[in-house]
């Protein structure tokens, strides 16, 4: 193991306890605000906040040690399948009545920006070297 892939997988740990805290926390607000469309709706949310985040930490740790092109590949087709997957959600999601946007939209936002921000600290934490010591 080397240290961009404990890096990663530290990410995707922080981001699972995140998102379970995330879905505790909509578990108690969707019902309070909305009954039991709130909970389906907050949760929902979550959900779609656990796909945005995990599916780029879960490319980046499958595709590390491969080459710049092929790395590439791997986290532009995951970003490709989770945006297809978020458009066919909120179309399908758009007709269905009494379902509680707000609270969906505002749990998936901060789990978005949740697992950004845990992204972004983790990897600022790395020690990551610029170079490889063993080549010349």
Excluded: C
Aim: net charge positive; hydrophobic share 60%.
């Amino acid at each position: 193991m080397n240290e961009e892939y404990t890096t990663y997988k530290r990410a995707m740990r922080i981001t699972i306890v995140g998102i379970v805290v995330l879905a505790i926390a909509a578990a108690v607000v969707g019902p309070l605000v909305a009954g039991w469309a709130g909970l389906a709706a907050a949760e929902l949310g979550v959900l779609i906040a656990a796909l945005a985040g995990l599916t780029t930490q879960a490319a980046m740790v499958m595709s590390h040690q491969k080459p710049a092109t092929t790395m590439a590949a791997y986290v532009g087709g995951s970003w490709l399948v989770k945006m297809l997957i978020i458009v066919i959600a909120l179309i399908v999601l758009q007709n269905i009545e009494g379902f509680n946007k707000g609270l969906f939209a505002g749990f998936m936002l901060v789990g978005v920006l949740g697992t950004l921000a845990i992204d972004f600290w983790v990897v600022r934490q790395a020690r990551i070297p610029y170079v490889d010591s063993g080549s010349n």
